[in-house]
């Protein structure tokens, strides 16, 4: 059975930082590009960061570039993400996502959300102001 599981995911003041995990399991992620989205009470989902099978292309959108950092280490199967200088519109429940596309180039991110094709359950990260 494929698995997404994130963790790291709680409470923090504004300001502060979180590091979140995503561990997959069921199958190899090596050659998946990866990908952690958020959504919000009545928002729809957004990608905050994406990051190639190989690990050397990132995408960030504007909002959260130059605090967030999204990392993967494929010998552990695991994609991580490590937030600095929350703030409370970063208040949301966070996805991790990959692409099922083994054929894909290795240096390929994936920003549009049909590109995802497994799903973790959720974490939720509630900054305070």
């Known amino acids: 059975q494929v698995q997404l599981v994130e963790s790291g995911g709680g409470l923090v003041q504004a300001g502060g930082s979180l590091s979140l995990s995503c561990a997959a399991s069921?199958?190899?992620?090596?050659?998946?590009?990866m990908g952690w989205w958020r959504q919000a009470p009545e928002k729809e989902r957004e990608l905050v960061a994406a990051i190639s099978s190989d690990g050397f292309s990132t995408y960030y959108p504007d909002s959260v570039k130059g605090r967030f950092t999204i990392s993967r280490d494929n010998a552990k199967n695991t994609m991580y993400l490590q937030m600095n200088s929350l703030r409370p519109e970063d208040t949301a429940v966070y996805y991790c996502?990959?692409?099922?596309?083994?054929?894909?180039?290795?240096?390929?991110?994936?920003?549009?959300?049909?590109?995802?094709?497994?799903w973790g359950q959720g974490t939720q990260v509630t900054v305070s102001s």
């Open positions: 069921g199958r190899t992620f090596s050659k998946d590009a």
């Open positions: 996502a990959a692409d099922n596309a083994p054929t894909a180039p290795a240096w390929k991110v994936m920003t549009i959300i049909s590109d995802y094709d497994y």
